[in-house]
Nanobody, 130 residues
Framework: QVQLEESGGGSVQAGGSLRLTCAAS????????MAWFRQAPGKGREGVAT????????HYHDSIQGRFTISLDNSKNTVFLQMNRLRPEDSALYYC???????????????????????WGQGTQVTVSS
């Protein structure tokens, strides 16, 4: 069973930075497709960034291009989300998510398809004040 645990959320002022961490366990890290999602109050859950650890292929939502970076520490089965130049509209509960992709990512636009992700962390809160 895949288990995901996030950490690193907090409160910052606009323009500041935070780094979120997601520790994965219970399955081969290289056989997972992983992502960060976020959900603000009253809004749906939206994708932020994805990574396929086996190839380190990454993908970002257009709204955060250039501000956030997803990265890996394969030795620790950990995924990071470095968030820079934060804005109040980035305030949300941030979730780490994963699904098994033993033979590689699926065809098509899988990146932020909620239906693909079977495993979720508890979330970590990010609050950005103006």
């Amino acid at each position: 069973q895949v288990q995901l645990e996030e950490s690193g959320g907090g409160s910052v002022q606009a323009g500041g930075s935070l780094r979120l961490t997601c520790a994965a366990s219970g399955y081969s890290f290289y056989s997972l497709c992983m992502a960060w999602f976020r959900q603000a109050p009253g809004k749906g859950r939206e994708g932020v960034a994805t990574v396929y650890p086996f190839t380190e292929e990454t993908h970002y939502h257009d709204s955060i291009q250039g501000r956030f970076t997803i990265s890996l520490d394969n030795s620790k089965n950990t995924v990071f989300l470095q968030m820079n130049r934060l804005r109040p509209e980035d305030s949300a509960l941030y979730y780490c998510a994963a699904f098994k992709c033993v033979f590689g990512p699926p065809e098509g636009d899988w990146y932020f398809d909620l239906g693909q992700y079977h495993y979720w962390g508890q979330g970590t809160q990010v609050t950005v004040s103006s």
